[in-house]
T-cell receptor, first 115, second 114 residues
Framework: AQSVTQLDSHVSVSEGTPVLLRCNYS??????LFWYVQHPNKGLQLLLKYTSAATLVKGINGFEAEFKKSETSFHLTKPSAHMSDAAEYFC?????????????FGKGTTLSVSS | SQTIHQWPATLVQPVGSPLSLECTVE??????LYWYRQAAGRGLQLLFYSVGIGQISSEVPQNLSASRPQDRQFILSSKKLLLSDSGFYLC?????????????FGSGTRLTVV
């Protein structure tokens, strides 16, 4: 069965410092992996996705993530945090090849950015 | 281009009252449609998904039901709301087929049951 574990429920960084949000997954098949961001009382916005192409995936707003099959990880990084990055981030897995298969969400990581 | 509309944005309902949340998608045909719920302090939980008109799969037994009367319309309903139904409800769609293309989410409905 698929599952996603976000290792930190809350991450705090200073503006201009690097961001690391950790995610481990479990999947029986070749997974597709996503990172979504949710600002307060807003819907979800896709940051980036991995679908068995390049293992280093670049997304919007300077975020990127690296798929490491040996470690079953898909950590999200950004070199320099901005105040506007403060939000909740969700790591998500979906099994490839399953029409209509829905997404499995991690419990989320709240990112706080201080000035 | 494709767009997804979800309404209302916020809703306050008394316990025992009915519920109807609507979601529509434009600019595509035969989408997969989903309803998710986000309870306070928790991740998103899949409630229902649909791969076609009249086809509904339920992931979690609960006080809610879903219907898909038209290809691009997905409705979440309840006959009698419970306090535990409070949460943030998100509709989403993606294109059908073997490859799970990126999902697109609506802007959500904040439901408070009082």
């Amino acid at each position: 069965a698929q599952s996603v574990t976000q290792l930190d429920s809350h991450v705090s960084v200073s503006e201009g410092t690097p961001v690391l949000l950790r995610c481990n997954y479990s999947s029986s098949y070749s997974p597709s992996l996503f990172w979504y961001v949710q600002h307060p009382n807003k819907g979800l916005q896709l940051l980036l996705k991995y679908t068995s192409a390049a293992t280093l995936v670049k997304g919007i707003n300077g975020f990127e993530a690296e798929f490491k099959k040996s470690e079953t990880s898909f950590h999200l990084t950004k070199p320099s945090a901005h105040m506007s990055d403060a939000a909740e981030y969700f790591c998500v897995v979906s099994e490839s090849g399953q029409a209509g298969t829905a997404l499995i969400f991690g419990k989320g990581t709240t990112l706080s950015v201080s000035s | 281009s494709q767009t997804i509309h979800q309404w209302p944005a916020t809703l306050v309902q008394p316990v025992g009252s009915p519920l109807s949340l609507e979601c529509t998608v434009e600019g595509t045909s035969n989408p997969n449609l989903y309803w998710y719920r986000q309870a306070a302090g928790r991740g998103l939980q899949l409630l229902f998904y649909s791969v076609g008109i009249g086809q509904i799969s339920s992931e979690v037994p609960q006080n809610l039901s879903a219907s898909r009367p038209q290809d691009r319309q997905f409705i979440l309903s309840s006959k009698k709301l419970l306090l535990s139904d409070s949460g943030f409800y998100l509709c989403a769609w993606n294109q059908g087929g073997q490859v799970p293309y990126g999902y697109t989410f609506g802007s959500g409905t904040r439901l408070t049951v009082v």
